[in-house]
């Protein structure tokens, strides 16, 4: 499948499976939301206390699985995830970032200030993604 028609499908959702590599070998799921920048890049905010983070850190493999609300069409991402750094101050880079993905998929929060201290309390980074490959079956 193109990379292009995987994520014109993957644009019409916001939530996914994302899959990691556990250190035995054996794949780690996750229900996560993301967002898609005009790029294509996929944006997921995660915690850096929680072993997907771990799990990207040793093996930056990854693969997202979106499905469509009826469950027939389906597409899978793959590729070498990059990590932003771990949100350390409510306006650094990453907070920035994750405000950015906040407001995609979720509009705008009523108190950006507590959003941005809780992003640092919580050890918040993004996972970034640019799709290597892709696979699926997109139906209509």
Known sequence: MDISTALD???????GVLTTIKRDGRPQLSNIVYMITDDGEVRISITADR??????????RISVHIS???????????????LAPVAAEPNDATVDELVELYRVIGGEHANWDE??????????????LRPSNAYGIVRS
């Open 68 to 82: 469509q609300d009826d469950f027939w069409g389906y597409v899978v991402l793959e590729g070498d995830a990059k």
């Open 9 to 15: 499908f993957a644009k019409r959702f916001r939530n």
């Open 115 to 128: 959003y941005r201290t809780s992003m640092v309390k919580e050890r918040r980074t993004v996972v970034h």
């Open 51 to 60: 072993a997907k983070y771990f799990n990207i850190v040793r093996d930056p």
